[in-house]
């Protein structure tokens, strides 16, 4: 397991930008494939992008695709969500997710998540 602490979420306008960030514990970071996740107030949370160890690929849900970009720097234990053209749509709690194998879509797969961080983007 390795602990995560998201950060950079806040408000913006529709069309703005924010970069999300996740700071992961541990020494042994560059051997987890990552996530994000986002949930919104009475919604199931919902898969928004996933990295492998290494960076080498990447996966995003199709209502993202082209607007957010995930990545990661493995020499500072650091997950990147840079999120463009914002819509209100996507206002949501922002979850960092860890674990040890391939990249995944499907929450209950990772074994790690952070507390989260709010998204608000409004009209």
């Known amino acids: 397991q390795v602990q995560l602490v998201e950060s950079g979420g806040g408000l913006v306008q529709a069309g703005g930008s924010l970069r999300l960030s996740c700071a992961a514990s541990?020494?042994?970071?560059?051997?987890?494939?990552m996530g994000w996740f986002r949930q919104a107030p009475g919604k199931e949370r919902e898969f928004v992008a996933t990295?492998?160890?290494?960076?080498?690929?990447?996966y995003y849900t199709d209502s993202v695709k082209g607007r957010f970009t995930v990545s990661r720097d493995n020499a500072k234990n650091t997950v990147y969500l840079q999120m463009n053209s914002l819509k209100p749509e996507d206002t949501a709690v922002y979850y960092c997710t860890a674990r040890l194998g391939p990249m995944a879509t499907t929450w209950r797969t990772f074994d790690s998540w952070g507390q989260g961080t709010q998204v608000t983007v409004s009209s």
């Open positions: 541990g020494r042994t970071f560059s051997r987890y494939a």
């Open positions: 990295i492998n160890f290494n960076g080498d690929y990447t």
